[in-house]
C-alpha cells in the first residue's frame, strides 16, 4: 500500500480514514494482540486517560522546542484521539467537517458563538430544558 504522495506527506484525511479503518477492524479483536483492542476493551476512562498523558507529553516536547519530538508526541496525540473517535462511534472526517465550518471564521467569533450556544442551551430556574 502506498502511504505517501508525492510531496512526501499524503492526503491527511485519506491517511486518518485509512487509520480510522485499522482501528475500527481492531474493536474485535483479542486484546492480547491488539494495543487498540487491549485499550478500546478498557474502555472511555482508559482512552481519556492516555490521551491526557500523550497531550502533556506533548506539551513537554513544545516547550523544549524539539521538532522531532514534538512531530512524533502530536502522532500520539492524534493516534490515541482516533481511538477515542472509534469507541464513540464517530469519524475522522466528522471532525474534519467541524474544521471545513469553522475555516475562514475569526477564532474569537467562533467561540463567542459557542458561548453563546452553551449558555441558550443551559437551563434555568424560570425556563427547564
Given at each position: 500500500?502506498?502511504?505517501?504522495?508525492?510531496?512526501?506527506?499524503?492526503?491527511?484525511?485519506?491517511?486518518?480514514?485509512?487509520?480510522?479503518?485499522?482501528?475500527?477492524?481492531?474493536?474485535?479483536?483479542?486484546?492480547?494482540?491488539?494495543?487498540?483492542?487491549?485499550?478500546?476493551?478498557?474502555?472511555?476512562?482508559?482512552?481519556?486517560?492516555?490521551?491526557?498523558?500523550?497531550?502533556?507529553?506533548?506539551?513537554?516536547?513544545?516547550?523544549?522546542?524539539?521538532?522531532?519530538?514534538?512531530?512524533?508526541?502530536?502522532?500520539?496525540?492524534?493516534f490515541?484521539?482516533?481511538?477515542?473517535?472509534?469507541?464513540?462511534?464517530?469519524s475522522?472526517?466528522?471532525?474534519?467537517?467541524?474544521?471545513?465550518?469553522?475555516?475562514?471564521?475569526?477564532?474569537?467569533?467562533?467561540?463567542?458563538?459557542?458561548?453563546?450556544r452553551?449558555?441558550?442551551?443551559?437551563?434555568?430556574?424560570?425556563?427547564?430544558?
Amino acid at each position: 500500500m502506498t502511504r505517501r504522495n508525492d510531496t512526501g506527506t499524503g492526503d491527511a484525511g485519506s491517511i486518518l480514514e485509512r487509520l480510522a479503518a485499522v482501528l475500527e477492524s481492531r474493536k474485535g479483536a483479542d486484546p492480547e494482540r491488539s494495543y487498540v483492542a487491549k485499550l478500546l476493551a478498557k474502555g472511555p476512562d482508559a482512552i481519556l486517560k492516555k490521551i491526557g498523558e500523550e497531550a502533556t507529553e506533548t506539551v513537554l516536547a513544545a516547550k523544549d522546542g524539539a521538532p522531532e519530538r514534538i512531530v512524533a508526541e502530536t502522532a500520539d496525540l492524534w493516534f490515541h484521539c482516533l481511538v477515542m473517535l472509534a469507541h464513540y462511534g464517530l469519524s475522522p472526517s466528522q471532525v474534519l467537517d467541524e474544521l471545513a465550518r469553522r475555516e475562514g471564521l475569526s477564532g474569537l467569533d467562533e467561540k463567542a458563538a459557542r458561548t453563546n450556544r452553551a449558555t441558550k442551551d443551559r437551563p434555568t430556574k424560570d425556563r427547564p430544558k
